[in-house]
């Protein structure tokens, strides 16, 4: 007892100093990317928390308990700079924490939404982060010590880099028992990257969210429209009815995206529905989110190049093995249109409908498909699109075993439940409309 009080002192003494000598600059010029001729940028970083009270500290909780016990200051950085910084967590719970087996991570936990992301900021530069010494792209710091009992304190140290544009960018952190549990609030950080010296440019304001979901018997519920497209392309011969309906042209798409735009509507996400469901989130008001089904060539060559045209973000569900076809985008495109902005989710391995398959089918059809997309466009895939709209039972089972969120049939009207989260609907635009007219039957719906 009396040793751990020593270590933990110890501890507490040693980042103490370290929090007080919190970063002021980068650790050298190698590190800063600048023009030659470019105005003087002197790296700061803002106040480090004050300590907490003795009385504010919780203890005991049964379980693995964390809370946030101070960090260092938010870093104003020039762009291409490196700093550290510091969080310390509190373990409130019962249990002590073990580096050998489960440890405790800081972990990435992105409320608007998502978690589990990586980072512009940092990581081990995978999936898109920079290299700047994380476990993995989506965990700042491992816990330092191999023991953290009740009552003591975990520093998480890790590195940040500031990216090459502009503007204030939002990291939340929270500690995570991998593979267990996530443990207390996600905190905020931020990096504010500046031109040079002068104040930091001001930041635009995200679109108001104010579109709460129902609540009622444990369950929540919000209408989202959800519109789902096939081809984007020159119509076809009046005589093929059945391409004709899932054909929507150019222009058709953009008198929609415009009709949209003029009617109030927001585009959202997968994982701002999930998110919404999952958590309790407010929505933008009038939420809808476009969806294009199959991974086609035209999809990428006119829905892509309107829709970035109108800054509008869609979900484009793939079908793994028809990428690289004839007729089908390439992986090139995938990751041209991810990182582009636009939400790749799975629509399968290969074009058939779960209703049906064995469960190992099943499992294969799905795990593989979020795998291999995942691969490809270098960010996680968490939400699918049964192809052909087929499900039954045990489909569930095989997508919540491989990581899936949420997943989406082809009917169904615009109320979403959290208690259908595996179950969700969409509403085709048929082509036999055409224009905005297209758009008013799935949004009655
Ligand atoms: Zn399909």
Redesign the pocket.
């Known amino acids: 007892m009396r040793f751990t009080a020593i270590r933990l002192l110890a501890c507490l003494g040693l980042v103490a100093a370290t929090l007080a000598l919190s970063p002021t600059r980068a650790s050298g010029a190698a590190f800063t990317v600048r023009e030659p001729q470019a105005a003087p940028c002197t790296d700061s970083v803002g106040p480090s928390s004050p300590p907490p009270s003795a009385a504010s500290l919780v203890s005991g909780l049964p379980g693995h308990h964390a809370q946030l016990y101070g960090h260092s200051g938010r870093p104003v950085l020039c762009p291409g700079s490196t700093a550290t910084a510091t969080i310390a967590f509190h373990n409130s719970g019962s249990l002590g924490w073990y580096a050998e087996g489960a440890p405790l991570l800081l972990g990435t936990w992105g409320p608007e939404p998502g978690q589990d992301r990586s980072s512009i900021l940092g990581g081990d530069g995978s999936s898109g982060s920079p290299a700047t010494g994380w476990p993995r792209a989506d965990r700042a710091a491992i816990q330092p010590v191999p023991y953290i009992g009740p009552g003591q304190v975990a520093w998480f140290r890790f590195a940040v880099k500031a990216p090459a544009t502009p503007g204030t960018y939002r990291l939340w952190l929270r500690p995570v028992v991998e593979g267990r549990q996530w443990l207390g609030e996600a905190v905020e950080w931020s990096v504010t990257v500046k031109t040079g010296d002068e104040p930091p440019p001001p930041q635009a304001a995200p679109p108001a969210r104010t579109y709460l979901p129902a609540y009622s018997g444990g369950v929540r519920s919000i209408r989202v429209n959800v519109l789902l497209y096939h081809y984007v392309d020159a119509v076809p011969d009046r005589s093929d009815a059945l391409r004709v309906d899932l054909t929507t042209s150019p222009a058709d798409l953009e008198e929609q995206l415009l009709y949209l735009k003029a009617h109030g509507y927001t585009p959202v996400t997968t994982n701002d529905i999930w998110w919404t469901l999952d958590q309790g989130a407010a929505l933008p008001p009038k939420p809808v989110n476009l969806s294009f ?2 991974g086609l060539i035209s999809q990428y060559d006119n829905a892509y190049r309107l829709l970035r045209k109108h800054g509008i973000t869609a979900t484009f569900y793939v ?1 793994a093995n028809l990428v690289g076809r004839e007729g089908y985008v390439t992986q090139a495109m995938l990751r041209e249109m991810a990182a582009g902005g636009m939400d790749i989710q799975s ?1 399968a391995v290969d ?1 058939v409908s779960l209703a049906g398959a064995t469960p190992e089918a099943q499992r294969y059809q799905a795990c593989s498909a979020r795998r291999i997309l995942s691969e490809w466009i270098g960010k996680d895939v968490r939400h699918f ?1 049964y ?2 709209g087929g499900y039954d039972e045990s489909a569930f089972d095989a997508l919540a075993s491989c990581g899936y969120l949420s997943a989406y049939w082809t009917a169904g009207g615009s109320l979403q439940r959290s208690d259908r989260t595996l179950l969700l609907s969409r509403e085709r635009v048929r082509g036999l409309a055409r224009g905005a007219a297209a758009l008013l039957v799935p949004l009655s719906r």
């Open positions: 089904d199959d079908t629509h074009h699109a192809p052909a």
